[in-house]
């Protein structure tokens, strides 16, 4: 499955951007799907997922939740994460992934083996 990332850009604080993840050459029907950012200077680090297995399941980091939601689409080719009252610390590019990782390791880089190229957020104050 190949991933495609998109809806990212400059807005300022307090507003909203919805990013979608597209995945070409299958769906996400059997997969785990997550977000992950990156800020300059800074480790890659977990954002959301879309859990498969053991019955779906939506995680989020204590800093988004709230604020963020993870979706997926009834064709189940496309995953979106729903950003709200978007911070300047939300500034980062986004990344979405998919995998099968073990059970309770879904926020660790590590376990997640496609990823799309990032789409870059940028939250003004």
């Known amino acids: 499955v190949q991933l495609q990332a998109s809806g990212g850009g400059l807005v300022q604080a307090g507003g909203s951007l919805r990013l979608s993840c597209a995945a070409s050459?299958?769906?996400?029907?059997?997969?785990?799907v997550a977000w992950f950012r990156q800020a300059p200077g800074k480790e890659r680090e977990f954002v959301a997922a879309?859990?498969?297995?053991?019955?779906?399941?939506?995680l989020y980091s204590e800093s988004v939740k709230g604020r963020f939601t993870i979706s997926r689409a009834n064709a189940g080719n496309t995953v979106y994460l729903q950003t709200n009252s978007l911070k300047p610390e939300d500034t980062a590019v986004y990344y979405c992934a998919v995998g099968r990782p073990p059970f309770g390791r879904w926020t660790e880089v590590e376990s997640w083996t496609n990823w799309g190229q990032g789409t870059q957020v940028t939250v003004s104050s």
């Open positions: 879309f859990t498969y297995g053991g019955g779906r399941s939506k």
């Open positions: 050459g299958g769906t996400f029907s059997s997969y785990s």
